[in-house]
T-cell receptor, first 115, second 112 residues
Framework: DTAVSQTPKYLVTQMGNDKSIKCEQN?????MYWYKQDSKKFLKIMFS???????INETVPNRFSPKSPDKAHLNLHINSLELGDSAVYFC??????????????FGDGTRLSIL | GENVEQHPSTLSVQEGDSAVIKCTYS??????FPWYKQELGKRPQLIID?????GEKKDQRIAVTLNKTAKHFSLHITETQPEDSAVYFC???????????FGKGTTLSVSS
């Protein structure tokens, strides 16, 4: 069973479109994250949610809007896609960060390509 | 905010040699330091981690050392094998202790 699953695995779309990526974890974790990995392989935190509440928003354009319907799901919606949004987006989850950051488990990633 | 520097960016070794990757961090409040391995086209996978109350941790061929005074930590891989070839990332907690800040990665190539 996949612990952290993301859909879709690949997403090819045109500039200006709106798209969503979904993430689900079955590990019983209560903290979920979105990371962006660019073409140079840099891994950068975008958002973090703890028990459905946003706790980190790292200077990400407001075209990116995360939503957490429950603590097992964290989706990412992107409006008006731009060329620079092309990257691999990783979802991750961990136990509560309340007592310090815990080991994070990553999904397989969503490779987003903007034409 | 927290800044994590990782060196070298690329490392080539012969099978059986040891490999060492070093990271420095800026925030003295950081208390958790994981290392991730990412194979081509795959997800980052946690291989070892260390907390600030420990100076060294070992798991078979992999070890991590932490020097809190100097604010640096290192990954040591002994008896390298071709399957160790991957990108390795170090990370440290941010100032708030709520997220990980990653280094820029080291591409390790092990040739047989």
């Amino acid at each position: 069973d996949t612990a952290v699953s993301q859909t879709p695995k690949y997403l090819v779309t045109q500039m200006g479109n709106d798209k969503s990526i979904k993430c689900e974890q079955n590990l019983g974790h209560d903290t979920m994250y979105w990371y962006k990995q660019d073409s140079k392989k840099f891994l950068k935190i975008m958002f973090s949610y703890n028990n459905k509440e946003l706790i980190i928003n790292e200077t990400v354009p407001n075209r990116f809007s995360p939503k957490s319907p429950d603590k097992a799901h964290l989706n990412l919606h992107i409006n008006s896609l731009e060329l620079g949004d092309s990257a691999v987006y990783f979802c991750a989850s961990s136990l509560s960060a309340g007592t310090g950051v815990q080991p994070q488990h990553f999904g397989d990633g969503t490779r987003l390509s903007i034409l | 905010g927290e800044n994590v520097e990782q060196h070298p960016s690329t490392l080539s070794v012969q099978e059986g040699d040891s490999a060492v990757i070093k990271c420095t961090y800026s925030d003295s409040a950081s208390n958790y330091f994981p290392w991730y391995k990412q194979e081509l086209g795959k997800r980052p996978q946690l291989i070892i981690d260390i907390r600030s109350n420990v100076g060294e941790k070992k798991d078979q061929r992999i070890a991590v050392t932490l020097n809190k005074t100097a604010k640096h930590f290192s990954l040591h891989i002994t008896e390298t094998q071709p399957e160790d070839s991957a990108v390795y990332f170090c990370a440290a907690t941010n100032q708030a202790g709520t997220a990980l800040i990653f280094g820029k990665g080291t591409t390790l190539s092990v040739s047989s």
